[in-house]
Every structure is written in structure tokens, then in C-alpha cells.
């Protein structure tokens, strides 16, 4: 990981408020890119709770290579910190 990912991880962790946080995102994002990236998280909760692959695709307007790089992603043991909760958080 580059110095400037971790940075990037450092300001992202220090902001305490959800408001605070949807700005700086906002900020340095594309409408695109938050997309994209709600999209994945998505596609990772539904394969976690066991959805078939392709329903998810359908579903999500994605190509099946999209969901199962979010399987390969939980099956390396990335988003251990929403798993261990045993639960994933809801919008609010």
C-alpha cells in the first residue's frame, strides 16, 4: 500500500461524524465512484448472506466477474470486521 493510501485510510478513520464523513467522500469522489463503491459493499453483504451469484448481478445490473471478485474478496478474509459482527451495517 502507497504512502498516500494509508494516508488516505489515516483521514478516513479520523473522521468521528457520518455528516463530516459523506462530505469528505463527496469531496474527493465522483458520483461514479461512490456508486461503484456502494455497489460492491452491496454485492459482498448479499454473498455473505448467501445470495447466488448471478440473482446478485441481475439484480445489481453487474457482470458475474463483479460478484464473484467480491467472493474472492471475503474468501481471502477482507471485510473481517463486518463478518465478525455478524452483521452488516444498514443505511439510516
Do not use: C, Y
Not at 494516508?7 to 467522500?25: P, Y
Not at 463527496?26 to 456508486?35: A, F, G, L, N, Y
Not at 464473484?68 to 452483521?87: C, N, P, V, Y
Amino acid at each position: 500500500m502507497s504512502d498516500f493510501q494509508k494516508n488516505f485510510i489515516d483521514v478516513v478513520f479520523s473522521i468521528k461524524d457520518k455528516a463530516a464523513l459523506e462530505d469528505f467522500l463527496t469531496s474527493v469522489t465522483t458520483p461514479k465512484e461512490r456508486q461503484t463503491l456502494a455497489q460492491r459493499v452491496e454485492i459482498v453483504k448479499r454473498i455473505d448472506a448467501g445470495e447466488p451469484h448471478h440473482k446478485i448481478a441481475n439484480d445489481l445490473h453487474v457482470g458475474v466477474a463483479t460478484v464473484t471478485r467480491g467472493s474472492k474478496e471475503l474468501s481471502q478474509g477482507h471485510f473481517k470486521a463486518f463478518r465478525d459482527q455478524k452483521s452488516w451495517p444498514s443505511a439510516k
